[in-house]
């Protein structure tokens, strides 16, 4: 039996590459914040990588790396916080196939999250088998844990919502639990899976660095639109492209303060995001709306401002970077924690579905 005194949650990232300040204000800062708090669990989900990129096993090893190094990083620490690879956890794998079972397909491919990667990803109708079971998997991955909360993205809603409905579903079927229940009383009345909560970060979409896209939005920050500021860049790279960055032409010409929206400027929404003197950007922007202060000087003090943020996350990193075999011992250890929890809900699930029939014991070396 795992036991803690504190409340277990769940959350977990596809290895995409390394991670950027917008995964810094959507999840990075809310993790360190829960891991005093919470037992918390973070899985790399390296088999959802392979969804549409199964031909590229060796980025999506380097990339398990690089996120594990960029969280170790950034501040989690390996004694608060479990992270763990998904792949090296069967028990996920084994409740993806019984829970596949208890939605329907077409429930799955109205999955607003599946539709718009389909859009996005221009995935067509070639997309594999695997790609609609992978939000099977999600459920799956967070259901296996039986957190409290889950802390996500507003694009990952979506599959908390079919995680709460297999879970009612579960619990219903082969718990018996009465389906009028109360969402927060299925455990009390028999269940075996909790009845999940999803949590929101506080920046729930950082835009890139670039200029707006067709629709007259700024693009959202992502490494695919080459418009990131990564956690790894040295204080050159992050003055390059702070310097560099988009910003909107009209404000030069605009002496109606109505006129320009700060919103719709980059820099602003990175001041916004990260300058903790609040007074002086509303200050400043006033000033910059009426053309008495330039990009430049404003641009420097977020040099300054973001320098100091990854400073610290930079000089941990070297550290890792020098010692790759401890990130794997720290993948090891948490893949381990992991296994001993999602194995007692497996068994558990098992026999209430009454195929318990033999016990098991796994090992990772
Ligand atoms: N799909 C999530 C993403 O791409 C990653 C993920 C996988 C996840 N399993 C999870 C998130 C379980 C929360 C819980 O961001």
Same mark, same amino acid.
């Given at each position: 039996?795992?036991?803690?005194?504190?409340?277990?949650?769940?959350?977990?990232?596809?290895?995409?590459?390394?991670?950027?300040?917008?995964?810094?204000?959507?999840?990075?800062?809310?993790?360190?914040?829960?891991?005093?708090?919470?037992?918390?669990?973070?899985?790399?989900?390296?088999?959802?990588?392979?969804?549409?990129?199964?031909?590229?096993?060796?980025?999506?090893?380097?990339?398990?790396?690089?996120?594990?190094?960029?969280?170790?990083?950034?501040?989690?620490?390996?004694?608060?916080?479990?992270?763990?690879?998904?792949?090296?956890?069967?028990?996920?794998?084994?409740?993806?196939?019984?829970?596949?079972?208890?939605?329907?397909?077409?429930?799955?491919?109205?999955?607003?999250?599946?539709?718009?990667?389909?859009?996005?990803?221009?995935?067509? +109708?070639?997309?594999?088998?695997?790609?609609?079971?992978?939000?099977?998997?999600?459920?799956?991955?967070?259901?296996?844990?039986?957190?409290?909360?889950?802390?996500?993205? +507003?694009?990952?809603?979506?599959?908390?919502?079919?995680?709460?409905?297999?879970?009612?579903?579960?619990?219903?079927?082969?718990?018996?639990?009465?389906?009028?229940?109360?969402?927060?009383?299925?455990?009390?009345?028999?269940?075996?899976?909790?009845?999940?909560?999803?949590?929101?970060?506080?920046?729930?979409?950082?835009?890139?660095?670039?200029a707006p896209?067709?629709?007259?939005?700024?693009?959202?920050?992502?490494?695919?639109?080459?418009?990131?500021?990564?956690?790894?860049?040295?204080?050159?790279?992050?003055?390059?492209?702070?310097?560099?960055m988009y910003t909107d032409p009209k404000r030069i010409r605009a002496?109606?303060?109505?006129e320009t929206d700060?919103?719709k400027n980059p820099l602003?929404?990175?001041?916004?995001?990260?300058?903790?003197?609040?007074?002086?950007?509303?200050?400043?922007?006033?000033?910059?709306?009426?053309g008495?202060?330039g990009d430049?000087?404003?641009?420097?003090?977020?040099? +300054?401002?973001?320098?100091?943020?990854?400073?610290?996350?930079?000089?941990?990193?070297?550290?890792?970077?020098?010692?790759?075999?401890?990130?794997?011992?720290?993948?090891?250890?948490?893949?381990?924690?992991?296994?001993?929890?999602?194995?007692?809900?497996?068994?558990?699930?098992?026999?209430?579905?009454?195929?318990?029939?033999?016990?098991?014991?796994?090992?990772?070396?």
């Amino acid at each position: 039996m795992i036991s803690s005194a504190k409340p277990r949650i769940l959350t977990g990232d596809t290895p995409t590459g390394k991670l950027h300040l917008g995964h810094y204000v959507g999840s990075v800062e809310n993790r360190l914040a829960l891991q005093n708090d919470y037992d918390c669990y973070f899985l790399i989900a390296n088999k959802h990588a392979f969804t549409t990129r199964a031909d590229k096993p060796d980025e999506i090893r380097q990339s398990v790396i690089d996120i594990a190094t960029d969280y170790l990083a950034a501040g989690i620490d390996p004694n608060k916080a479990t992270m763990f690879i998904q792949s090296e956890v069967p028990a996920i794998d084994e409740l993806t196939f019984f829970f596949s079972m208890l939605v329907p397909f077409n429930r799955v491919m109205r999955n607003p999250t599946l539709k718009d990667e389909i859009r996005d990803k221009e995935l067509g +109708e070639n997309y594999p088998f695997g790609f609609p079971l992978y939000a099977v998997g999600q459920v799956a991955d967070i259901l296996a844990f039986r957190p409290v909360m889950v802390p996500v993205g +507003e694009d990952q809603l979506p599959h908390l919502e079919m995680t709460r409905e297999i879970a009612r579903r579960f619990n219903q079927m082969y718990c018996g639990v009465n389906p009028q229940t109360e969402d927060i009383d299925y455990l009390k009345a028999g269940g075996l899976f909790p009845i999940i909560e999803p949590k929101l970060g506080r920046v729930r979409r950082l835009v890139g660095t670039g200029a707006p896209g067709p629709s007259g939005e700024l693009l959202k920050m992502s490494k695919s639109l080459n418009n990131a500021i990564f956690l790894s860049d040295d204080a050159d790279t992050v003055q390059k492209k702070v310097m560099g960055m988009y910003t909107d032409p009209k404000r030069i010409r605009a002496t109606d303060p109505g006129e320009t929206d700060p919103t719709k400027n980059p820099l602003w929404a990175f001041h916004e995001t990260f300058n903790p003197d609040k007074e002086w950007v509303s200050q400043q922007q006033e000033a910059y709306r009426q053309g008495k202060v330039g990009d430049v000087a404003i641009k420097r003090r977020l040099v +300054e401002i973001l320098n100091a943020l990854i400073d610290p996350i930079r000089t941990r990193r070297k550290q890792y970077e020098a010692r790759p075999n401890d990130v794997l011992d720290v993948l090891r250890e948490g893949t381990k924690r992991a296994n001993s929890i999602t194995e007692e809900t497996l068994t558990l699930a098992k026999r209430a579905m009454k195929q318990d029939y033999f016990r098991r014991t796994l090992a990772i070396q």
